[in-house]
């Protein structure tokens, strides 16, 4: 495949988008996989010519691209696609592209699902302990409306919104400032993988029932059932995903010891 050709299955920019809306289609394509790590990107103009754009607005955009660790320009060598190792999804900008991203990349898929497994069940273990009764408000709130939103496969956008918020109300409810942020800059990364395993479900049903099961044994501060639970709703994502966790078994982390569980 050529440079020139590799853009034809590309949407064209707002035109009044400057060289963010450049910026956004371009990293929309290779978050999503549209090229693969190490090959060469598109000149700049190949870019200008195919996207009718001036080529101080496509270097502003590859400049975003480089700057968030997508691409790799090099004197002489041309660019290339980085290593999806080298991807900063901490990056401000990185978290707004992939806030708008329908395919994500499938080792993508695998990475935010790994980091979800290794630290959702021990929030939720940590939220069972501190969670205020605002904070369960917080969560039963984003709950009913995946209960109201789950039979109608035209909101299943709305439904994963409020899936998001039910995970978002647990890393707040923990209590920690740390995991609170990390919630906070990985939520997009969390979003396109929810929306994705939404898209592959048939039914809702099973997965309300097990984050169902999450809510309770928060509200009833059952740290360890909080904790398997959690492992639980992300087993079925796994399968909706088609990702294999190997059966990986999380060993119960040490809960620090100024958390401690609130008078009920």
Not at 244 to 250: H, I, K, P, V
Request: with cysteine; hydrophobic share 45%; net charge negative.
């Amino acid at each position: 495949m050529t440079h020139a050709s590799s853009l034809t299955q590309l949407p064209q920019p707002a035109e009044d988008g400057g060289a963010s809306a450049l910026a956004t289609v371009l990293a929309h394509a290779i978050l999503s996989g549209h090229w693969t790590s190490g090959e060469t990107f598109p000149r700049e103009l190949d870019l200008c010519q195919h996207f009718a754009a001036s080529r101080n607005r496509v270097r502003n955009a590859l400049a975003a691209l480089s700057g968030s660790g997508l691409i790799e320009r090099t004197a002489g060598r041309g660019t290339v696609v980085r290593d999806i190792v080298d991807w900063q999804l901490l990056d401000p900008q990185m978290s707004e592209w992939m806030a708008g991203l329908a395919s994500p990349h499938p080792q993508l898929v695998r990475e935010v699902f790994a980091f979800r497994l290794s630290a959702e069940p021990f929030v939720s273990e940590l939220a069972a302990l501190a969670a205020t009764a605002q904070d369960l408000a917080r969560i039963e709130t984003a709950f009913d409306g995946m209960c109201e939103s789950a039979a109608d496969p035209a909101r299943r956008e709305e439904h994963a919104e409020h899936d998001v918020a039910f995970h978002d109300a647990i890393y707040r409810a923990s209590h920690n400032l740390v995991w609170r942020q990390m919630g906070l800059l990985l939520r997009p990364s969390i979003v396109a993988l929810i929306q994705h395993s939404h898209h592959q479900a048939d039914s809702l049903d099973d997965s309300l029932a097990r984050h169902r099961r999450v809510l309770e044994a928060i509200r009833l501060r059952q740290p360890d059932a909080a904790r398997e639970a959690t492992e639980q709703v992300l087993a079925r994502t796994a399968a909706d995903l088609g990702v294999d966790n190997g059966g990986r078994q999380l060993k119960r982390p040490a809960v620090p010891p100024h958390v401690k569980p609130l008078a009920g």
